[in-house]
């Protein structure tokens, strides 16, 4: 974290605090049968369990984003995919931090054993994409990532690109 002097449009001074980081990953994986692969896991900030899909930091100096994406989907999940396919960036809090969050999305499934890191503590769920977007809709998923690339997906999948 740091603390910038800033100057305004104006010309006046102004502090602005930054939150350095790495960045993310994130994967909707979509099976077979159309479901999206989220896993369920307590978030320390808001001291519940949210659903989301699978996501993670980049380690410092990772220059491919897609094979974060890869290694956070095998760990989570254990599931490894035929397909990725890109949608897009998102910053997801341009007002105190760098943070980029490159999203993707995976067809054709295999799975395994899911490999989570030891303080991770996760439970796989599958769920239709119709009823993702609706819980989008409604509020259940507030998590940024996850309702960005479900209704991107939703949006491929009406257009018959997915």
């Keep these: 974290m740091r603390r910038d002097e800033a100057l305004l449009p104006d010309g006046t001074k102004a502090y602005r605090e930054v939150v350095e980081h790495p960045g993310g990953v ?7 049968n159309d479901e999206v692969l989220f896993v369920r896991q307590f978030r320390y900030p808001y001291a519940e369990e949210v659903l989301e899909i699978p996501a993670g930091k ?49 067809t054709g499934l295999s799975y395994g054993e899911a490999q989570p890191d030891e ?18 809709m409604d509020g259940s ?20 690109k997915i």
């Design 58 to 106: 980049r380690d410092r100096g990772e220059t491919d984003p897609l094979e974060c994406g890869k290694r956070e989907l095998l760990e989570e999940t254990g599931a490894e995919a035929e397909n990725f396919f890109s949608l897009g960036t998102l910053y997801p809090t341009p007002g105190y931090t760098d943070e980029v969050i490159y999203m993707y999305g995976a």
């Design 26 to 32: 994130c994967v909707a994986a979509l099976t077979e």
């Design 141 to 160: 998923l507030p998590d940024a990532k996850t309702q960005t690339c479900i209704l991107k997906l939703w949006k491929l999948r009406i257009e018959g």
């Design 119 to 136: 303080d991770e503590f996760l439970a796989l769920e599958k769920i239709p994409l119709e009823k993702a977007v609706c819980m989008v």
